[in-house]
T-cell receptor, first 111, second 115 residues
Framework: DQQVKQNSPSLSVQEGRISILNCDYT??????FLWYKKYPAEGPTFLIS?????DKNEDGRFTVFLNKSAKHLSLHIVPSQPGDSAVYFC??????????FGPGTRLSVLP | EADIYQTPRYLVIGTGKKITLECSQT?????MYWYQQDPGMELHLIHY???????EKGDLSSESTVSRIRTEHFPLTLESARPSHTSQYLC??????????????FGPGTRLLVL
């Protein structure tokens, strides 16, 4: 049973528009959430994170939103660029333990 | 920027061979991890370590073994490779002193193909 779900295996967005990647989790005890970006044949690269005491964290073009009551988080990329094309993994942890990763969403940003 | 290295990046090997995948980090992180990932699938934790001489099995059962003799080094060994071991192996490390805001940093991965 997946504790972290990314229900969209893929997403295509036009360059310059907003990309919204979604993630749902089942364990309400998770207290830290992370997004990673992965290019083919490379390891995941840490992108942005958010603790459970916040509902928003922003870093440049990337913003993560957390809705604890819905056990849902999303990553917004604005504006999307072709170089953003990659697989994005959502991950959750409980006090630095038990990192759980979602299956990933493949984002394609079309020029 | 994290400094974590894995070698080899790609490995094609025959069934029955013994292989060791190397992972090193220069950040002094106590915690290190090995994940296995098949294409289009989530990362599965196969081994982790809290520090020197500490090794634990992860959520996914694996025939591989690990050792942690030095903080910076966390090699993974397969005594007898089989085609079912074909996968991408990702090493990661994290700093446990960050408490709940601990972040894992990944190496570039080793893509293993067993013929």
């Amino acid at each position: 049973d997946q504790q972290v779900k990314q229900n969209s295996p893929s997403l295509s967005v036009q360059e310059g528009r907003i990309s919204i990647l979604n993630c749902d989790y089942t364990n309400s005890m998770f207290d830290y959430f992370l997004w990673y970006k992965k290019y083919p044949a490379e390891g995941p690269t840490f992108l942005i994170s958010i603790s459970s005491i916040k509902d928003k964290n922003e870093d440049g073009r990337f913003t993560v939103f957390l809705n604890k009551s819905a056990k849902h988080l999303s990553l917004h990329i604005v504006p999307s660029q072709p170089g953003d094309s990659a697989v994005y993994f959502c991950a959750a942890s409980l006090y630095g333990q038990n990192f759980v990763f979602g299956p990933g969403t493949r984002l394609s940003v079309l020029p | 920027e994290a400094d974590i290295y894995q070698t080899p990046r790609y490995l094609v090997i025959g069934t029955g061979k013994k292989i060791t995948l190397e992972c090193s980090q220069t950040m002094g992180h106590d915690k290190m991890y090995w994940y296995q990932q098949d294409p289009g699938m989530e990362l599965h934790l196969i081994h982790y370590s809290y520090g020197v001489n500490s090794t634990e099995k992860g959520d996914l059962s694996s025939e591989s073994t690990v050792s942690r003799i030095r903080t910076e080094h966390f090699p993974l060994t397969l005594e007898s490779a089989r085609p079912s071991h074909t996968s991408q192996y990702l090493c990661a490390s994290s700093d446990p002193t960050r408490g709940y805001q601990e972040t894992q940093y990944f190496g570039p991965g080793t893509r293993l193909l067993v013929l």
